[in-house]
């Protein structure tokens, strides 16, 4: 386990998923949790990246997370979330900024889970099952 600072730690998320963030503090839901940060670039350049950490924010910006300082990129899919992304607005940011925010009261020492979306889902998670865990998944 990794210690990221006092609200995070990532570890071994189990289900076969790799590392995952989880909460050292409860959050309350409606709180804000973290921003997802990277290096900011076009659309058209991110679909040419081969990475997995692309969040797109709209036709024109997309940020590659992939980088290890970006702590949400540790965050898991799942089909029953906690938590959610949301793109805000910014002056000066094109595109605007991703934030994660608790959806659901998230309990200390619990993982932190978002819903990467269809197109995501599609073509990432489907071809070899979703491992999330929830009682249902996505179709």
């Known amino acids: 386990m990794k210690t990221i600072d006092a609200h995070f730690s990532i570890k071994d998320a189990g289900h076969g998923m790799g590392d995952g963030l989880f909460a050292r503090v409860a959050i309350k839901k409606g709180e804000f ?10 659309t ?14 709209d036709e024109d910006w997309a940020i590659d997370g992939s980088g290890t300082e970006n702590t949400a990129r540790y965050i898991n899919h799942s089909c029953d979330p906690n938590a959610e992304a949301e793109i805000v607005e910014e002056e000066g940011v094109p595109g605007g900024k991703i934030i994660i925010s608790a959806v659901k009261n998230i309990r200390k ?31």
Do not use: M, N, W
């Not at 949790?33 to 076009?42: A, D, H, S, V, W």
């Not at 058209?44 to 924010?57: G, K, N, Q, T």
């Open 44 to 57: 058209a350049i991110a679909d040419e990246r081969e990475s997995r950490y692309l969040f797109e924010i």
């Open 33 to 42: 949790i973290i921003e997802y940060t990277g290096e900011r670039l076009p």
């Open 109 to 139: 020492g619990e993982e932190i889970t978002f819903d990467y979306d269809q197109e995501y889902f599609d073509e990432y998670i489907k071809p070899i099952g979703c491992k999330c865990g929830a009682k249902v998944h996505r179709k």
